[in-house]
């Protein structure tokens, strides 16, 4: 038996220290003892349902497969779950319905007869006046660009900030074939942190081994670039990948698989009463190659800056899918114990950059970005501004502040994407010409512009890398770091901040970069400038009412929100009549009052 299980352990190792793509750096999966095998756990509640993956080292020979999940009760540990490991990937899925969110629980997940890892299940902190969300994205593995540098100061100041979710947007994993030795690094970079806090996951593109991804419904690619749709990788692997960064989520709001048996994973989570639609903005968007004229050196890479932006917003271009288009409308209507509502996607609606990769290497248009298709983009925005959702997310390589526009600018939400937490490829938002309305005391590149798809955006903020080459800290030129995102849910404020590397986040004396922090209001998410207006509401029988207006003409809702005080004036964007709804739904109380038109009246209404 001992022989068999050190010839296992030999090939473990030679497997991982295989680099099938030549990429290069090379990282063994470490041999650990059987104290060891639990690298660590992931865990979110949605639902008074505990959702935890463990993730283990890989099984020695003869060892079990059986995990178990313990929480301690009056001093003494208590067995509540057990599981069976999942090949390939080495997880340990738990499910446990009935969970206490009302108070903390200390947890470990136990294996064999001597393998504890332990952390807390944090209470849902409902009492807390502001939630805290600490956003990721871009874990680069490469030591030319900061890669190899410890993360230990993100874990430090996490520690100290004491966040209520932690958001990683893509690109956990930098390497494209070997997934769960670098997961596993990820682990036990950041474990310390995510032991004890509620984590969402998306996985991008490398993530799944791609250059770019483009998910198509789960189809079959050719190539690894992926520019023609679907998933390079075998099947097995991204659902490998999905299974070990998101089967702790929430339940799916639709599990149907895609193509090849990929599942998926969009759904919500609520923190405290903020609300995150957690999407997945790749699963089902198209590829340019074979769909749009190519115009540039690249399939998803447009050069020419004289093009018509309407030549690649063709028919069957697809962004989020109907699916998750619909996930949306009837999540947004949905404000049973919300306070506000955001978004959480791999990437922003919009093309955030105008330089790519290096100095000189301008790109006008980026297909990689949400801001193709066009029509897709505009769909979704439309969708998000109707609950003033406010949107967080990575990808882009590039800390930006976004209002978007739809029909004009500013007549939507706001965007929040946090840089990379080491920067492999650079950006720069620098437009060629000055924008409109350049936000007062910021850099010129601030104001109102067109992307490279011609979509409205107006640009708060950029932390634009330095121009010259690395020099000291590797990190220190290329615009590394991470947001931190404020809700306040007394006066529905939110704030933007966005860190650099190698900082004391909690002294007074410490920069954020040029542009953060920011601060705006959720009635901001929904820009667009009225028609006309209804009736001022003054509502009693609940403090903090839902209110939705429905168009009657079209019988389409207009809006829904949760406003913190009893009076609201509600703005419409046609002349006609309309549907006024008005609830406490924790209660199921609710006023529906039709026909109503735009006035100068008052209305009391009384739940």
């Known amino acids: 038996m001992k022989k068999v299980r050190s010839l296992f352990i030999i090939l473990v190792l030679l497997l991982s220290s295989i680099n099938l793509y030549s990429e290069p750096d090379i990282l063994a999966i470490p041999l650990v003892s059987p104290e060891e095998m639990i690298c660590f756990a992931l865990y979110t509640v949605q639902n008074n349902i505990l959702k935890l993956t463990a993730q283990m080292y890989p099984l020695q020979n003869a060892e079990s497969k ?63 006046e502001t939630i805290v ?47 769960l030795a670098y997961w596993l690094k990820f682990g036990r970079e950041f474990g310390e942190i995510i032991r004890i806090t509620p984590t969402i996951c998306i996985p991008d593109d490398h993530d799944v081994g791609h250059f770019n991804l483009w998910g198509a419904s789960g189809k079959k690619s050719i190539s690894r670039a992926g520019n023609d749709g679907g998933y390079y990788m075998p ?104 306070k506000m509502k955001a978004v959480l996607s791999a990437t922003i609606f919009c093309g955030g950059a105008h330089v790519h990769g290096k100095v000189g290497g301008r790109v006008h248009a980026d297909m990689d970005s949400n801001g193709w298709p066009q029509t897709g983009r505009n769909r979704a925005l439309a969708e998000i501004r109707k609950f003033y959702g406010f949107m967080i997310a990575g990808d882009q390589h590039l800390a930006t502040i976004f209002h978007h526009g739809i029909n004009d600018w500013n007549d939507a939400g706001y965007s929040f994407c946090v840089p990379s937490i080491a920067n492999l490829y650079l950006r720069w938002w620098e437009p060629l010409e000055k924008g409109q309305n350049t936000i007062k005391g910021m850099p010129s590149y601030t104001g109102e512009y067109y992307d490279g798809f011609k979509n ?47 900082v004391d986040i909690t002294n007074p004396k410490t920069k954020q970069y040029i542009g953060w922090p920011k601060t705006i209001n959720q009635l901001d998410n929904y820009g667009r400038k009225a028609v006309a207006y209804l009736p001022e509401l003054t509502i009693s029988g609940t403090n ?62 009384k739940l």
Not at 91 to 112: C, I, L, M, Q
Not at 469 to 476: A, F, I, M, V, W
């Open 66 to 128: 059986i995990v178990r999940l313990e929480i301690k009760k009056d001093g003494d540990w208590k067995e509540i779950a057990k599981t069976e490991i999942v090949y390939p990937g080495f997880t340990a899925p738990f499910r446990v319905e009935n969970w206490d969110v009302s108070k903390d629980y200390e947890y470990r997940v136990a294996h064999g007869k001597s393998a504890y890892y332990e952390g807390i299940i944090k209470k849902d902190p409902v009492e807390k």
């Open 456 to 502: 409205k955006v107006t640009c708060y903020a950029a932390a634009n890398p330095t121009k010259e080459p690395n020099g000291g800290s590797k990190l220190t030129t290329r615009a590394a770091g991470y947001g931190i995102v404020k809700f306040n849910k007394k006066t529905r404020d939110i704030t933007m901040e966005c860190w650099p590397r190698n």
């Open 133 to 179: 969300v600490a956003a990721f994205t871009g874990n680069s593995i490469y030591k030319p660009h900061g890669g190899d540098i410890p993360r230990d100061d993100i874990v430090e100041n996490l520690k100290k900030i004491k966040p209520d979710l932690l958001f990683f947007s893509g690109d956990q994993v930098y390497n494209h074939s070997r997934h």
């Open 235 to 338: 099947a097995e692997y991204v659902k490998e990948v999905e299974r070990a960064q998101t089967s702790h989520l929430p339940d799916p709001y639709d599990p149907t698989p895609v193509e090849q048996g990929i599942g998926v994973y969009y759904t919500s989570m609520n923190v405290g009463g903020i609300d995150f639609a957690i999407i997945e903005d790749r699963k089902f968007k198209s590829g340019p190659e074979g769909l749009v004229p190519k115009q540039g050196p690249r399939p998803d890479h447009i050069t020419d800056p004289n093009y018509d932006p309407a030549s690649v917003d063709v028919p069957g271009a697809i962004l989020l899918g109907d699916r998750q288009i619909k996930f949306l409308n009837e999540w947004g209507q949905d404000w049973r114990n919300v």
């Open 544 to 605: 903090e009412p839902v209110i939705q207006i429905i168009e009657e003409k079209t019988n389409k809702v207009v809006y829904t929100i949760r406003v913190n005080e009893n009076t609201f004036h509600p703005k419409v964007f046609t002349k006609g009549k309309y549907t006024i709804k008005v609830g406490d739904p924790e209660n199921d109380k609710w006023k529906i009052l039709k026909n109503i038109k735009p006035s100068k009246k008052k209305l009391k209404i």
